[in-house]
């Protein structure tokens, strides 16, 4: 058996060990999970198994339809960096929306004492900041990329 082979093999077998281990975490947590609803009221069960079925109801029927139309006619004409930030927007949006109408009226002040507004605009500035540094820099790799080939040498 050559050397490339044997290492293949070693890389496979740890592999098929870190799957079985994350598999005996993941059944671990399911147990957990079915243990600790077992401790509840009945209506509490219900009501999780609707808000459950619901969110993927409206996933499926809602959400995923108006992402695939918002990419077939909009994203995919834009840069592929835009189109990241993009998303990445929508969805830091989507996660604001429980706190963002409501944080002027809450009853207690303490619950969220956060300037959510705020951490959602600089999050958005880090995503969009992010997303035009790392165009600049491929833009500037794909010039000395370009000039190198241009000349035949190497740019060190």
Same mark, same amino acid.
């Given at each position: 058996?050559?050397?490339?082979? %044997? ?6 077998? *740890?592999?098929? #060990? ?19 609803? $077992? ?18 109801? $409206? ?7 108006? &992402? ?11 840069? #592929?960096?835009?189109?990241? &930030?993009?998303?990445?927007?929508? #969805?830091?949006? #989507? ?6 109408? *409501? ?34 820099? *491929? ?10 080939? %241009? ?6």
């Amino acid at each position: 058996m050559s050397v490339g082979i %044997a290492r293949r093999r070693a890389e496979l077998d *740890r592999t098929v #060990v870190l799957r079985g281990l994350l598999g005996l975490v993941g059944v671990g947590a399911i147990a957990f999970g079915v243990m600790s609803a $077992l401790d509840r009221p009945i209506a509490d069960l219900l009501s999780a198994a609707i808000w459950f079925g619901g969110g993927i109801a $409206l996933h499926d029927g809602v959400f995923a339809p108006i &992402c695939l139309a918002v990419w077939f006619l909009v994203l995919r004409r834009l840069p #592929v960096w835009v189109s990241v &930030c993009g998303f990445l927007s929508v #969805v830091l949006m #989507v996660l604001a929306i429980p706190v963002l109408p *409501r944080e002027k009226s809450l009853p207690n002040p303490t619950v969220l004492d956060r300037n959510y507004v705020l951490g959602v605009g600089v999050a958005l500035a880090i995503v969009w900041t992010a997303g035009i540094v790392v165009q600049l820099i *491929r833009s500037m790799l794909n010039l000395k990329r370009r000039a190198v080939l %241009a000349t035949g040498t190497s740019a060190h």
